[in-house]
């Protein structure tokens, strides 16, 4: 892969939150934002709801509520460790192997040796904050199902 574009565009912003139906009320009823999915997702041990509004064109970022579906997950962890508050940042990729690839090249280290399955039977994989300016950064490359 040359030096063009890496990523499409912020695919979405990960919240961590105790709880997804309290979050899904307030955040449906303060501040307006519509449910547009919602899956478990066991692998990754989260219960989660994608948000956006009535408007939400495929290009448009979305915001993804991520509740723990146990005190092994990661999302507990980091409740416990930082409070509720902003966990990740997601950017859509369209191979991500390619991407992958590409990051690895330029030492970046991602936590998984292949991507696994994310909303709506993305591929996905992460990179560790370390090796991210201090920010968990999510890569999606989306399944046919969502987007
Ligand atoms: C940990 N750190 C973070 C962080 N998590 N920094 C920024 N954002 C985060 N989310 C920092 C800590 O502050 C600490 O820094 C260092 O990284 C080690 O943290 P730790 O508390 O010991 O945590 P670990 O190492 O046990 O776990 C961190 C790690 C984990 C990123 C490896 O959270 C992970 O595997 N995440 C990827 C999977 C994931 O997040 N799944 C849930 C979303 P100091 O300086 O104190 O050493 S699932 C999802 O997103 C799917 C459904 C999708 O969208 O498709």
Redesign the pocket.
């Known amino acids: 892969m040359d030096n063009s574009d890496l990523f499409i565009c912020i695919?979405?912003v990960?919240l961590?939150v105790p709880d997804l139906d309290e979050a899904i009320k307030f955040h449906t009823e303060v501040f307006g934002w519509r449910v547009l999915h919602r899956?478990v997702?066991e692998e990754?041990?989260?219960a989660?709801a994608m948000m956006g509004t009535g408007a939400q064109l495929p290009e448009n970022a979305q915001i993804?509520l991520?509740a723990p579906l146990n005190e092994n997950?990661?999302?507990a962890?980091?409740i416990a460790?930082?409070g509720p508050g902003?966990?990740?940042l997601?950017y859509r990729v369209a191979d991500i192997d390619a991407v992958s690839a590409t990051l690895r090249e330029r030492g970046v280290r991602l936590?998984y040796p292949e991507p696994?399955?994310?909303?709506?039977g993305?591929r996905?994989n992460?990179v560790?904050?370390?090796d991210a300016g201090?920010?968990?950064l999510?890569l999606?490359q989306p399944g046919n199902a969502d987007h």
């Open positions: 695919d979405h990960g961590a899956e997702n990754q041990g989260v989660e993804q991520l997950s990661t999302i962890k980091f460790k930082n902003m966990q990740q997601c936590l696994k399955t994310g909303t709506g993305a996905i992460f560790h904050p370390k201090g920010v968990l999510e999606t």
